[in-house]
Structures are given as C-alpha cells and as structure tokens.
C-alpha cells in the first residue's frame, strides 16, 4: 500500500527518518518495475540545518523543491556524477527533507543487476545514495515528483525493526556543517549488509 501525502505531512523529520527504515522504494521506469527496502536514512532539519541546502532559509532553483508540501522528491547531482534521491517532509516552507542513503534489493534485481554492472548479492549495488539511486534507476528528471503517483513511490510492506535494530549515528560527507556534523541524525538497521560504510558507530 502506498503510503499517503499525509504521511509525509509529518513536521517531525528525526521520527520520519527512523520510520522510513523498513519501507519499500518503487520505481517504474518505460514498464520496468525496481523496488528497494530502505536500511539506511539520513535527517536534514530545514533552515536550521547547517547541513541542508536549505540552511539559513537559502532559496535558489535546484533548492526550490524542498519548500514543497511534503510527498514529493527531491533529487539533486553530488560531485557532478552521483544523483542523490530525498523524500520531501513537513509542511509547505519548511524545507526537511530524508536522504535515502541505501536500499536492500526486493523487486526487478535483474533490472538492477544491469543498472549496476554487478550481481544484487554484492552490498555496493545499492549501498550508499548514488549507487541506491543509480541501482533503481533515478536521475536528476525524477526531481519534484509526486510520491503518491506512478513513478516512484514508498510502500508499507510491515517491515519493522525493533528499537535495539536501528543505530544512530553522525550523518556522512557534511563535514562543512560545524557542529551540526556530528548530530546523530543518520539511521540504519543493525547488520544489514547492503548499509553503507561505516556501518557501525
């Protein structure tokens, strides 16, 4: 079942990001459909942020999207090659957003496998943004998209994990961000292979 706009209404980013984890990411791409459990996310509290692109309340073209309602993507190009895909939170002009930062494989591997030149057994298909959102196909074109249409949407599948599942730690490559660097703002699930590095902390 497709989660609801009102999902995303959420003001509290920090839950939502937690809450992610275990949900299943579509893509549906010229007929072919690509799906991923979500195992790690990371939080950007809006203008407060000094990590969110929209710290400070900066609006510019590529960060107009994250004033939207919550519901939408926001898909933006990190070091000129690797597309980063975030879920759009809150409410209209209060730009939280939830960085997808890997997903384990469930549907359309095959699909993947080719996506990524390499088997969906081998964690690095889909471990880390660009290559979770290379792996189910998404580029800068799926920028302000409805999550609730026939693109790319979340589902709840009733994948949960328990409390003592989901560690905490320091968000990864915002080093920029001061003090705001160490908050423990990225979520994963404990021993899941297709996490990220580091993936303990």
Do not use: H
């Given at each position: 079942m497709k989660l609801p706009l009102s999902y995303y209404s959420n003001q509290d980013v920090l839950f939502l990001a937690k809450d992610l984890l275990g949900k299943v990411l579509f893509t549906e791409?010229?007929?072919?459909?690509?799906?991923?459990?979500?195992?790690e996310t990371e939080a950007y509290f809006g203008v407060k942020d000094k990590a969110s692109h929209a710290y400070g309340g900066r609006r510019t073209d590529r960060t107009e999207t994250l004033y939207s309602h919550g519901g939408v993507s926001y898909v933006y190009l990190c070091y000129g090659i690797h597309h980063l895909f975030n879920v759009v939170t809150s409410v209209e002009d209060e730009p939280h957003a939830v960085l997808i930062r890997a997903v384990e494989p469930l549907i359309g591997k095959e699909i993947m496998e080719a996506?990524?030149?390499m088997p969906a057994s081998k964690p690095s298909i889909s471990a880390g943004p660009g290559s979770a959102a290379k792996a189910l196909g998404i580029d800068r074109s799926f920028?302000?998209?409805?999550?609730?249409?026939n693109e790319i949407w979340i589902e709840d599948h009733s994948i949960s994990y328990p409390p003592d599942e989901i560690i905490a730690g320091p968000r990864i490559g915002v080093a920029y961000a001061e003090e705001d660097a160490l908050l423990p703002w990225r979520f994963f699930v404990k021993g899941n292979k297709y996490v990220s590095k580091p993936n303990k902390v």
């Open positions: 791409i010229d007929g072919e459909t690509t799906a991923g459990i979500i195992v996506r990524r030149n920028n302000s998209k409805k999550l609730t249409e």
